[in-house]
Nanobody
């Protein structure tokens, strides 16, 4: 059983940057692809970014390409999401997720979830 704890959310102005972190415990970190999803009020949870077990493959939603970067630190069992040039439409609760095997952008395929961290971007 994998436990995920997110941190780093906050309130900031458009154009700013924020770095989210997700600490994983209770499993073999290298066995899991890691991902970030987000959910805005009244909307479905959507894929943001993911990184493969090896860290060599990354995948991003079109809406965040070129602005967000996902990375993982195997020594610390942590995954990060660096978010730059933030926009009001990035406002959401951001969730960290883990799954075995390959990256799949459908959130229903992900087995483990954190509790989420709020990111609010004002215009």
């Amino acid at each position: 059983q994998v436990q995920l704890v997110e941190s780093g959310g906050g309130l900031l102005q458009a154009g700013g940057s924020l770095r989210l972190s997700c600490a994983a415990s209770g499993g073999t970190f290298s066995s899991y692809a890691m991902g970030w999803f987000r959910q805005a009020p009244g909307k479905e949870r959507e894929f943001v970014a993911a990184i493969s077990r090896s860290g060599l493959i990354t995948n991003y939603a079109d809406s965040v390409k070129g602005r967000f970067t996902i990375s993982r630190d195997s020594a610390k069992n942590t995954v990060h999401l660096q978010m730059n040039s933030l926009k009001p439409e990035d406002t959401a609760v951001y969730y960290c997720a883990a799954k075995g095997a390959f990256i799949i952008i459908d959130p229903r395929a992900w087995a483990y979830w954190g509790q989420g961290t709020q990111v609010t971007v004002s215009s």
